[in-house]
């Protein structure tokens, strides 16, 4: 049974109780963790406050060394890092080998990135002066992982900050901790006691005691609104640094001049992704009216062809959900639409040949609007809701018409469609003929309700870095404007 990673060692802690990790594509058990408790919370960030002292005074050459080294081994790896979190996660094996890419690459490039500055020098007022601009660790981060991409989204939050000289506790999604365990027992081996630290069990037993805890000045998060809203209540007092990814309701608008075909495909990729568990899932999608049946036609046609099943198997194009509660709410959106006038075209039910998992066949629905919930809310599942727009500029109105702003999509062979939509939609993510394709050096993160945070890139680093300004003057003598004025 893996156990809590703390000091450089695996331990249960103070558990009494196990959870169960659960295969979703057959419902069985995988594995136990320990649940751990507040008394376990404490002592991780012991151990992680006496690793920082010994860390952020390590060189950036050595900490790239040491991040390296982890890639290294994550490659020898692979396949068993591949298949576990498939067995843990569902999706299918290509999309968590695009995963583990992520999770690799990330580690170097902020490897190489974390050596590369530090601040900057200013020009003095004097000559005699120096003012440096630094940027330094906090201390202790605080990483709360989703289990949508456990390893991708882990990584994007753990290694930025390591490379600017912090420690991490990471909080794993109880539904998928195995293979960040495993990645702590064979590739984070090398690295001092204490630096990475992982503490097993739910949100309000751990989470918010190590979100509560005053040596903890960082929390990265990445999920819900209504979590990262609790854990800004929590933090606001203590003022902490807080970087928090609260998801989205991303659209996708489809122009007059796009090829139904192309359309077809990069629809059903960017909403059926992780069946549609993505915080960047296209979730709203705009057709033109002139020509919507046919875009409508190759859409449901290319839909239907896909293969539901377990993700192990190599012919699986879309696999289960993460479990029950969300296929559920997937349901409740569906069945509210169709109360109110949608049409399911293709899906909408659970497939009758898979009697075990936790499946939902992929879905495209027509005639919905605003005011229904798979419009408005995020509904994180394999759906597809259609809806027209008349002008183009209408297209971009009701792209903006949300409390969410993380990322959008547009279809286009007309530049200054993407120009106008590019500078009038606000998100912080805009994809032109190339949907949900991120860049190591590009920042991704969301505005409005999605929250603030940048990960990737320079902004990705410097998240993790606070600011400080030094000011040197050279001449220790007493200056002509000190006191008393009158002299």
Not at 39 to 64: L, M, P
Not at 203 to 225: W, Y
Not at 323 to 339: N, T
Request: with cysteine.
């Amino acid at each position: 049974m893996p156990l809590h990673f703390i000091n450089g060692e695996f331990t249960r802690g103070g558990a009494t109780e196990d959870i169960e990790v659960h295969n979703p594509a057959t419902e069985g058990v995988i594995d136990t963790v320990p649940r751990g408790t507040a008394g376990d919370a404490e002592t991780a960030v012991k151990s992680s406050k006496d690793a920082f002292e010994v860390w952020k005074r390590t060189s950036a050459n050595t900490r790239a060394r040491m991040m390296h080294e982890a890639a290294e081994k994550m490659r020898a790896h692979k396949e068993q890092i591949v298949r576990l979190l498939t067995l843990e996660q569902g999706k299918p094996v290509p999309e968590n080998e695009e995963e583990f890419e992520w999770l690799m690459n990330t580690f170097e490039y902020y490897a190489e990135l974390g050596r590369h500055e530090r601040g900057r020098v200013l020009p003095s007022g004097e000559y005699t002066q120096l003012n440096l601009v630094i940027k330094e660790p906090f201390g202790v981060v605080l990483c709360i992982v989703p289990w949508n991409y456990p390893l991708l989204l882990m990584a994007w939050k753990v290694a930025p900050a390591l490379a600017a000289g912090n420690v991490v506790i990471i909080k794993p999604s109880e539904i998928t901790p195995l293979s960040t365990l495993y990645l702590a027992e064979h590739c984070w081996d090398h690295f001092p006691p204490g630096v990475i630290n992982i503490v097993n069990g739910y949100g309000k037993e751990i989470a918010e005691a190590l979100v509560k805890h005053k040596d903890v000045p960082v929390i990265a998060f990445t999920g819900s609104l209504a979590t990262g809203q609790r854990i800004a209540s929590i933090a606001a007092p203590m003022m902490k640094k807080l970087h928090l990814e609260l998801g989205g309701k991303d659209a996708f608008v489809i122009a007059e001049d796009a090829d139904p075909e192309v359309a077809a495909r990069a629809l059903a990729y960017a909403a059926l992704t992780n069946a549609g568990q993505v915080c960047t899932s296209t979730e709203r999608v705009y057709l033109p009216a002139k020509n919507s049946k046919k875009f409508t036609e190759a859409l449901v046609e290319h839909v239907k062809s896909l293969r539901l099943g377990p993700g192990i198997e190599s012919d699986t194009d879309i696999g289960p959900m993460a479990g029950s509660i969300y296929r559920e709410k997937i349901e409740g959106h569906v069945e509210d639409a169709v109360k109110r006038g949608a049409k399911v075209l293709t899906g909408g039910r659970r497939p009758e040949r898979l009697k075990k998992g936790f499946y939902y066949e992929p879905t495209v629905i027509s005639h919905v609007d605003h005011n229904m919930m798979i419009m408005r809310e995020e509904t994180f599942g394999p759906a597809i809701p259609l809806m027209e727009y008349s002008s183009f500029d209408e297209a971009i109105a009701l792209t903006n018409d949300s409390d969410y702003g993380l990322g959008a999509c547009l279809l286009t062979t007309d530049a200054l469609k993407a120009k106008m939509f590019m500078e009038e939609v606000k998100a912080g993510t805009i994809w032109i003929n190339d949907p949900l394709t991120d860049n190591y050096a590009g920042p991704f993160g969301g505005m409005k309700l999605s929250g603030g945070a940048r990960e990737l890139g320079q902004e990705g680093l410097d998240e993790f870095r606070e600011t400080k300004h030094v000011h040197w003057e050279f001449s220790a003598a007493k200056k002509s404007w000190w006191y008393p004025y009158g002299n």
